[in-house]
Structure formats: C-alpha cells, structure tokens
C-alpha cells in the first residue's frame, strides 16, 4: 500500500522564479492538501483540492496556486519566489467519506530553498 | 479563528525519564478534533493520535499517554521511560467541524532524548 509520495525531494531555486512541486495521495485517498512548514515553526494550511477544485485556503497569496488531477494527484506552483518561500512543502492526504475528520496522512515533503 | 499553543520549544531528557508535553488550544467551536504528529529527522509527520471534543477520556498506547481536559482546554502527551527512538518534534494540532482537513498546529517541540 503506497503511501503520500511528493517530488521532487529538494529543490533550489532563484528569486522570482517559478516552482511546481507534486503529490500522489495514499492509494484510495481522494483529498489533498497542501502545508507550508518554514524552519522552526508549525506547519501552515495552504489550500486543499477535492474534485479538482480548491475548498480551502489559507492565507496565502495568489503566488500560490494548485490543481489536483482525475487520479487525486496534485500539484503546488508557486510564482515569483521570495526568499521567504524557503520552507518545506508537506502534502497530506485523505479520505473525505472516511468519517475519521482531520485524519491525514503526510508525505516525505519537499525542501525548497529560495536564493 | 483557532490557535494552538505549545509553550515548550525543547526538551532534553536522559532515557527512561518520563516527560510531557504540552498543548493548549483555543477554539470558539464545539466541535473540535486534536491530533498529535511526530515530525522525526526524516520530515514526514507520523500520526499519533486523534481525539473529538466529546470523548475526554484518557488514552494510552504503549509507553505514550494522552490526558485531555476541556476545562483547561489541554490535550498534553506524556511519554514514559523514553528512549532515544523518541527524539523528534511533536506537533500538537487541531481541526474544528466545518474546516474539512484544515490543520491548525502549534509551533511543536523538540525532544531531545540522550543515553
């Protein structure tokens, strides 16, 4: 049983660039979400993708979009990078019928340095 | 808005020592979910526990315990004759009903257990 792959594993990029970072849910997940985790702090709610709309957002600019594919997978592109994008990307995963609210299972996540 | 409050940035212990971690949250909601997560070297937050806002009955797990009190609004996570296996940041969270997957976590822990 698979579980949360994200990709790639580390990525640098330059300001003002783009980035696109990618997730595959858990096999039978179909809801992704997306979290922000800079060093030394909690994690921070993107955006969520179900049927592939965004439900949820966080308060983050629209630098940061995302889209979510037929088969659950999901993408996070961010635009026009800032230093303070520097962080790690964590996707989650879950079940929206599961009845087990809030219960996510996470990837490895993605560390992206902005230079 | 929620908030989740984890006072204790670091803790060091030396191995089987019992410690605890706090966790204070705020919510106007009453109808609420708590989780714990584990975030290792690795990166990737392992689940440990998910609790509602209607159970307040202590759980224990192995050498991990779980006492949540509403009065105080806590949910603090004690761990018993620790090990090293042990050290990492724990991450206390929250989701509220009508948030679907929106996890608010606190700023975490880091425990540090040492021979």
């Known amino acids: 049983d698979a579980g949360v792959t994200q990709s790639p594993t580390h990525l640098i990029k330059t300001r003002g660039q783009q980035v696109t970072l990618r997730c595959s849910p858990k096999s039978g997940h179909d809801t992704v979400s997306w979290y922000q985790q800079a060093l030394g702090q909690g994690p921070q709610f993107i955006f969520q993708?179900?049927?592939?709309?965004?439900?949820q957002r966080g308060n983050f600019p629209d630098r940061f979009s995302g889209h979510q594919f037929p088969n659950y997978s999901s993408e996070l592109n961010v635009n026009a990078l800032l230093l303070g994008d520097s962080a790690l990307y964590l996707c989650?995963?879950?079940?929206?019928?599961?009845?087990?609210?809030?219960?996510?299972?996470f990837g490895p996540g993605t560390r992206l340095t902005v230079t | 808005a929620q908030k989740v409050t984890q006072a204790q940035t670091e803790i060091s212990v030396v191995e089987k020592e019992d410690v605890t971690l706090d966790c204070v949250y705020e919510?106007?909601?009453?109808?609420?979910?708590l989780f714990w997560y584990k975030q290792p070297p690795s990166g990737e937050l392992v689940f440990l526990i998910r609790r509602n806002s209607f159970d307040e009955q202590n759980e224990i797990s192995g050498r991990y315990s779980w006492n949540f009190q509403k009065s105080t609004s806590s949910f603090n996570f004690t761990i018993t004759a620790s090990q090293v296996v042990d050290s990492a940041v724990y991450f206390c969270a929250l989701i509220v009903t009508g948030t679907a997957s929106k996890l608010t976590f606190g700023t975490g822990t880091r425990l540090q257990v040492t021979l």
């Open positions: 989650a995963s879950s079940l929206r019928t599961s009845g087990r609210a809030g219960e996510q299972y």
């Open positions: 919510t106007r909601d009453t109808t609420y979910y």
């Open positions: 993708y179900y049927e592939e709309e965004e439900r």
